[in-house]
């Protein structure tokens, strides 16, 4: 059974930091490009950051590119997200994902997905 587990969501402050993680299990992560969406309230689910199965290659949304930064550790399981420089429009729902092959932005084209954890920017 394939599980994706995302961790570190919380409350920031403008301008802050937070890490996220996200733990997968079933699956030979070493064969999958994963990525990380976001999801405000009343909003569809956006492309937010993805790698390369191998890690050489990373890709960002014009919105966060500069302040955060997508790595994982295939001998562990796990993908991160540092987010730095947070504001308002950073708050939302961060879901990580896994496909077989290349990274994609679109949110259809990933097979497994976690159950998220919550990003709060406050000023």
């Known amino acids: 059974q394939v599980q994706l587990v995302e961790s570190g969501g919380g409350l920031a402050l403008t301008g802050g930091s937070l890490r996220l993680s996200c733990a997968v299990s079933?699956?030979?992560?070493?064969?999958?490009?994963m990525a990380w969406f976001r999801q405000a309230p009343g909003q569809e689910r956006r492309f937010v950051a993805a790698?390369?199965?191998?890690?050489?290659?990373?890709f960002y949304a014009d919105s966060v590119k500069g302040r955060f930064t997508i790595s994982r550790d295939n001998a562990q399981s796990m993908l991160f997200l540092q987010l730095n420089s947070l504001n308002a429009e950073d708050t939302g729902m961060y879901f990580c994902?896994?496909?077989?092959?290349?990274?994609?932005?679109?949110?259809?084209?990933?097979?497994?997905w976690g159950q998220g954890t919550q990003v709060t920017v406050s000023s």
């Open positions: 994902a896994a496909r077989n092959g290349v990274f994609k932005v679109r949110a259809r084209e990933y097979e497994y």
């Open positions: 790698i390369s199965w191998g890690g050489a290659n990373t």
């Open positions: 079933g699956l030979s992560v070493d064969s999958y490009a």
